[in-house]
T-cell receptor
Framework: AQSVTQLDSQVPVFEEAPVELRCNYSSSVSVYLFWYVQYPNQGLQLLLKYLSGSTLVKGINGFEAEFNKSQTSFHLRKPSVHISDTAEYFCAVSLNTNAGKSTFGDGTTLTVKP | DTEVTQTPKHLVMGMTNKKSLKCEQHMGHRAMYWYKQKAKKPPELMFVYSYEKLSINESVPSRFSPECPNSSLLNLHLHALQPEDSALYLC?????????????FGPGTRLTVT
């Protein structure tokens, strides 16, 4: 079975600073990886995904992530954050043998301060 | 149209009531999901429908009863709920149930059981 660990439960950062949200996964087979964002009182929205191919994935709102197979990581980065990036971020992994069932990490609360 | 809609947005019900949550998507997606999300926690998978058939039930109590009337609609029937069932209920859809596609989430129904 697969599992996902988000290494930081809370990340405070100042506006315009860079940020990295860390995600490690474990699986014995190939995986698909996703980052979702959840703003207060809303559903989850896809930021980016890794299915195959280039290990550097670019997403919406200036976010990008790098898939590192040897380190089993999929860290999310943004070079300069805005106040509006304050939200909960979830890393998720799914397998092509699991009927579309995704496993979510516990989430990272990103707080951007002025 | 990349939207998943959910009604109602808020629901308060007593422990003896019967109510239903509704979810709709018009993206032609063939997989639909119900999740339960408690505050500050990741979504917990409840049910997966694949091509309108129930493919995954994550050992959900029978007081929750899902229904998929057609490929665009997903219902969750609620009966004799407990206060601990109070949560945000999220619906999601995906192009197919292989796990290789991202999920599109609705805004959720905030359920309070009194």
């Amino acid at each position: 079975a697969q599992s996902v660990t988000q290494l930081d439960s809370q990340v405070p950062v100042f506006e315009e600073a860079p940020v990295e949200l860390r995600c490690n996964y474990s699986s014995s087979v190939s995986v698909y990886l996703f980052w979702y964002v959840q703003y207060p009182n809303q559903g989850l929205q896809l930021l980016l995904k890794y299915l195959s191919g280039s290990t550097l994935v670019k997403g919406i709102n200036g976010f990008e992530a790098e898939f590192n197979k040897s380190q089993t990581s999929f860290h999310l980065r943004k070079p300069s954050v805005h106040i509006s990036d304050t939200a909960e971020y979830f890393c998720a992994v799914s397998l092509n043998t699991n009927a579309g069932k995704s496993t979510f990490g516990d989430g990272t609360t990103l707080t951007v301060k002025p | 149209d990349t939207e998943v809609t959910q009604t109602p947005k808020h629901l308060v019900m007593g422990m003896t009531n019967k109510k239903s949550l509704k979810c709709e998507q018009h993206m032609g997606h063939r997989a639909m999901y119900w999740y339960k999300q408690k505050a500050k926690k990741p979504p917990e998978l409840m049910f997966v429908y694949s091509y309108e058939k129930l493919s995954i039930n994550e050992s959900v109590p029978s007081r929750f009863s899902p229904e998929c009337p057609n490929s665009s609609l997903l219902n969750l029937h609620l009966h004799a709920l407990q206060p601990e069932d109070s949560a945000l209920y999220l619906c999601a859809s995906s192009q197919d149930p292989s796990g290789s596609r991202e999920q599109y989430f609705g805004p959720g129904t905030r359920l309070t059981v009194t």
